[in-house]
């Protein structure tokens, strides 16, 4: 509709002034040439603002898409856990920095790149990949997992889940989060234990007693 707007102005006041040509002293056929020029040129300038200023909307309007982005990222920076989007296809299109921690990898190493990329061969990675699917297909995903991080080595629980929204261009992509909670489960197993050491001692206690009394 715009580009019709665009034509319109410069195809319309050269019509004008051919039409008023009649009463024009110009020579033919150069005063009809230059009566087109003179219609057109206002059309022209016209043109070119139009043109300039749509070029800067464009650009405001990138500029405006770069700061909601670079905004939403400093937002999961800050948060603790590890935070990540995946394109369609499986490829990671945000990470915040807990997920680099968790990796041992640079942002710049993970963007771009899928799991299977990443983890060439791993059976885990083919797993995951086979999860993401079925998210992005509409289910969602809530499980515990141990795994080893890959650069202190520790033995790590922690709870992973995925679902999937519309980007802004109304494209599926999946949010994952993973959860550390290996500090929870280690006080659940030191509890455990605690209660379990409790009870023994509390038996021995008890035969303790009931041998005293039997000598009574």
């Known amino acids: ?10 195809v319309l006041p050269g019509l004008i002034v051919i039409g008023l040509d009649p009463w024009l002293a110009w020579p033919r056929p150069a005063g009809l040439t ?17 043109r300039a200023a749509r070029a800067a909307d464009s650009q405001r309007a990138q500029a405006r898409q770069s700061e909601t982005w670079a905004f939403i990222q ?13 394109s369609q296809d499986g490829r ?38 086979a999860e993401d699917r079925a998210v992005l297909a509409g289910q969602f995903l809530r499980k515990e997992e141990d795994h080893v991080h ?4 520790r033995p790590v629980t922690r709870i992973i889940i995925k679902g999937h929204c519309l980007d802004p261009d109304g494209q599926p992509v999946l949010v994952g989060i993973h ?18 050491r409790q009870a023994q001692h509390n038996a021995a206690t008890n035969a303790f007693v009931q041998r005293v009394l039997d000598l009574i």
């Open 34 to 50: 230059l009566a087109v020029i003179a219609g057109m040129a206002p059309a022209l300038y016209l043109l070119r603002q139009s």
């Open 179 to 196: 959860i550390d909670i290996t500090s929870q489960r280690q006080s659940e197993t030191q509890l455990r234990s605690a209660l379990a």
């Open 1 to 10: 509709r715009r580009r019709d707007v665009e034509i319109a102005l410069l």
């Open 74 to 86: 400093r937002i999961l920076d800050v948060i603790p856990e590890a935070v990540y989007l995946k």
């Open 150 to 153: 890959p650069v202190s080595g």
């Open 92 to 129: 990671y299109t945000l990470v915040n920095t807990a997920f680099e921690q968790e990796k041992g990898r640079a942002r710049a190493e993970l963007l771009g790149r899928t799991v299977q990329e990443l983890y060439p061969g791993s059976a885990g990675a083919e797993r995951s990949h």
